[in-house]
């Protein structure tokens, strides 16, 4: 899955599961969309169905300092790289 | 410290409408909502009665996404009817968030919707390792998760109180709300409950032979409090809120004051905990007599549980008479929404709202031939124009739980 792919997907999972339309890349989802940490866990479990892949407790952990689109993107891209 | 409260804003969602235009057209014509009650594919085909008191109309949510993903259907009943009396009342940010406004709201049990989604769930299969129950089912499902969507939705800091005593919830809130305020900790409080569309309240009291099943093919002919020919029972779903404020906080913000609460108790039978109790019935409403401070002959007028069951309207009837004697009207508002569980309270007293604003006093919906047994009390056999000046709602739970409330039409 190469960068744009995934931003692709993502964009599509904030619109259709987070109702957030037209983001920039580097707002800040918590000030700007009030991405909290409910949202942050149900977006993992839209990650791993987006890799079709189990994410392990030390992946999920890493990925609470998130806060823009291209952090989740550099995180999706981080875990394509580390699966066969 | 005693301090005065007022109600200053209320709103329901009811079967017989959401705005109060469309439940007093109802009460005046004397139009049921209860209905046929909607198939599910969990209990609904193996309950004998298949009436339910039903909102079937739309309701226009406005909630941001970011307050739904906590709410079940319960809890968008209880921040819809909070939205509008915090509308209605014109309270300002500050005030909301200061600490001084608290809420006491309740359901029955959470969301029994979403709690059967949990469940369903764990038969359906899921990823190993990933847990099925998500971060928001809980919130979405608690007991408390009308209160603290409330809370959440309209950033309130002060103090939150959630009941959960089946038909006492909502009298609870409101009688709990007004302790707080009555005794300083509070300046108001947004108090009520409510309770969805759900056969497991029905499913419990079908087994218990106390809901109606006569009356399956005509659902408006039933429930009849107090009637001869009445069997039982009819669940149904709704929500209230009203708004309580300390009385001179009201009058300095110039709010309008629909009625001041002067009266509130709350006991227990002490023993079964399904079957109503003539001695604590009478002591909960002498002790709402005792906390306003007026004898039995200044009551106008009693909303009464009247669920329609055999036993329970007799045992009511007997206690009203031996506190009441046969003076003031006696309703059985159920007749025209059902049993509408953790909100009845609140929807019994927004309705008294309504009719002491408009003078008039409803009857009974159903009864036509009163049982001889409830026959020693004031029924409301139909439509009165009338004053109500002080009233009292009464309500009894599964657990023994009772209480009563008195409202006064609002007089400086």
Do not use: W
């Not at chain 1, 744009?4 to 964009?11: A, H, K, N, Y």
């Not at chain 2, 190993?128 to 409330?150: E, K």
């Not at chain 2, 919830?169 to 900790?185: A, L, V």
């Not at chain 2, 506190?323 to 609140?346: E, N, R, W």
Request: charged letters at 25%; hydrophobic letters at 40%; proline letters at 3%.
């Amino acid at each position: 899955m190469t960068r744009q792919e995934i931003q692709i997907e993502i964009l599509k999972i904030l619109k259709e599961e987070f109702e957030i339309e037209n983001p920039g890349m580097d707002d800040d989802l918590r000030e700007k969309y009030h991405f909290d940490s409910i949202d942050a866990i149900q977006l993992l479990i839209e990650i791993e169905d987006l890799l079709e892949s189990e994410l392990t407790m030390e992946e999920k952990t890493s990925a609470m300092d998130i806060r823009t689109i291209n952090d989740i993107c550099d995180y999706v891209e981080s875990l394509v790289k580390e699966r066969p | 410290m005693e301090r005065r409260v007022v109600i200053t804003a209320g709103a329901a969602i009811t079967p017989i409408g959401h705005s109060k235009n469309e439940i007093i057209d109802s009460l005046v014509n004397g139009i049921s909502g209860v209905k046929k009650m909607r198939e599910d594919d969990l209990l609904s085909p193996h309950i004998h009665s298949k009436v339910f008191g039903t909102v079937d109309y739309a309701i226009d949510y406005d909630f941001e996404r970011r307050y739904r993903k906590t709410m079940g259907p319960v809890a968008y009943y209880a921040c819809q009817v909070a939205k509008e009396v915090i509308e209605m009342a014109g309270l300002d940010s500050d005030f909301i968030s200061s600490g001084r406004l608290g809420v006491s709201f309740g359901s029955t049990h959470g969301s029994p919707t979403v709690q059967r989604q949990m469940y369903e769930t764990f038969s359906g299969g899921f990823r190993p390792g990933h847990s099925p129950v998500s971060a928001v089912d809980y919130l979405r499902s608690m007991v408390h998760t009308t209160a603290v969507n409330i809370t959440r939705m309209f950033r309130i800091t002060g103090r939150v109180i959630s009941s959960s005593t089946a038909c006492t919830t909502s009298s609870q809130s409101i009688g709990f709300g007004y302790e707080s305020i009555k005794y300083g900790m509070q300046d108001a409080m947004i108090c009520g409950g409510s309770d969805e569309y759900d056969t497991t309240t029905v499913a419990v009291f079908d087994n218990l032979l106390a809901c109606s099943t006569r009356f399956n093919d005509t659902p408006h002919l039933t429930p009849r409090p107090f009637d001869a020919s009445r069997d039982g029972l009819v669940v149904g779903e709704g929500g209230g809120a009203v708004l309580l404020e300390e009385f001179e906080f009201a009058k300095k913000r110039g709010a309008n004051i629909l009625a001041e609460i002067i009266g509130f108790s709350c006991n227990n039978n002490g023993g079964d905990l399904i079957l109503p109790d003539i001695n604590g019935i009478t002591q909960t409403i002498l002790l709402g007599l005792k906390d306003a401070g007026i004898v039995a002959d200044e009551v106008d007028f009693v909303s009464a549980h009247a669920t329609g069951t055999k036993m329970g309207d007799i045992i009511e009837a007997q206690a009203i008479r031996t506190v009441y004697g046969d003076s003031p009207y006696v309703t059985g508002l159920k007749s025209y929404v059902g049993h509408t569980m953790g909100s009845c309270g609140a929807i019994e007293t927004i309705i008294i709202l309504y009719m002491m604003e408009h003078g008039f006093i409803a009857p009974t919906l159903n009864l036509h031939e009163i049982d001889e047994k409830c026959s020693m009390i004031r029924h409301t056999m139909k439509l009165h124009e009338s004053d109500i000046r002080i009233a009292a709602i009464q309500n009894f739970a599964f657990g023994g739980v009772n209480t009563s409330l008195i409202i006064k039409k609002f007089d400086d």
